[in-house]
């Protein structure tokens, strides 16, 4: 079931790193390098925050003019399958041009239009443009690079497995992004992941931090004997708030 809305907004508070230190703390999970991204990521608008939705995915290629001669309703369909999925929503897109990028899905126009479907942004592996127009409409980006032109970029596939970054997502998968990268949150995960960030962030804030802040006027002994301890008490109450292992 898909996470309420006051519990998504309260999660696109946090940072991204954030996110993963509260699942990794809850999850019986391995802590998988292959729910976020592998390959840098470049965030177009940082000031915007974090973003955090479900999956709509699309495989575009703009290289070729033959898709969309092809399929002249390719673009029609796609965007009914877009507005069919409920909100809020993040467009994943595989570019098949990738590394020799020669257009770009996203612009002016097409952020516009997926804005008023329910998206709130994109990541995608190729490239965008009209960057302050697509800050204004509202939508973030996460890309590789900048373009100047779209040349045939048109949609080739869509609600399929797309992998970008390094990583593979399943469409419907929820998605934590900023301007680290973006983390894909398993199912089974989601319920309780509010709740542990949260205690993960005091956690960090009343032992590791505080002792580390309190240095002034100790010796670097005294100060590494302080953090010692302090990594002790930050075990000890992940160990008995997850009932982990404690390998941190």
């Not at 994109?122 to 409409?137: C, F, L, P, Q, S």
């Not at 309780?192 to 006027?217: H, K, P, W, Y």
Request: glycine letters at 8%; one cysteine or more.
């Amino acid at each position: 079931m898909p996470l309420s809305h006051d519990v998504l907004l309260k999660l696109k508070r946090w940072n991204t790193p954030s996110i993963y230190n509260g699942w990794e703390a809850m999850s019986s999970s391995e802590r998988m390098a292959a729910l976020f991204n592998r390959e840098e990521t470049r965030d177009f608008m940082p000031q915007m925050g974090p973003m955090i939705g479900y999956a709509v995915t699309v495989v575009q290629q703009a290289s070729d003019p033959e898709p969309p001669r092809r399929n002249p309703n390719a673009g029609s369909e796609y965007r009914h399958y877009v507005a069919s999925v409920p909100g809020p929503k993040i467009v994943v897109v595989q570019d098949l041009d990738k590394p020799d990028f020669v257009g770009a899905f996203w612009g002016e126009v097409n952020s516009n239009v997926h804005r008023a479907l329910g998206c709130v942004g994109t990541i995608t592996d190729g490239a965008i443009r009209d960057v302050d127009e697509m800050t204004n409409a509202g939508f973030k980006a996460l890309a590789s690079r900048l373009c100047v032109g779209h040349a045939y970029s048109a949609p080739v596939r869509w609600n399929c497995p797309v992998t970008v970054f390094g990583c593979t997502i399943e469409p419907g998968s929820l998605i934590h992004a900023d301007k680290h990268g973006f983390f894909v949150i398993p199912p089974q995960d989601q319920e309780g992941l509010l709740d542990a960030v949260l205690f993960m962030d005091n956690n960090e804030c009343e032992t590791m931090i505080a002792a580390a802040r309190g240095s002034a006027g100790r010796t670097h002994q005294e100060t590494l004997d302080a953090i010692r301890d302090a990594g002790a008490r930050f075990r000890e109450n992940t160990r008995r708030r997850f009932k982990t292992n404690g390998e941190w």
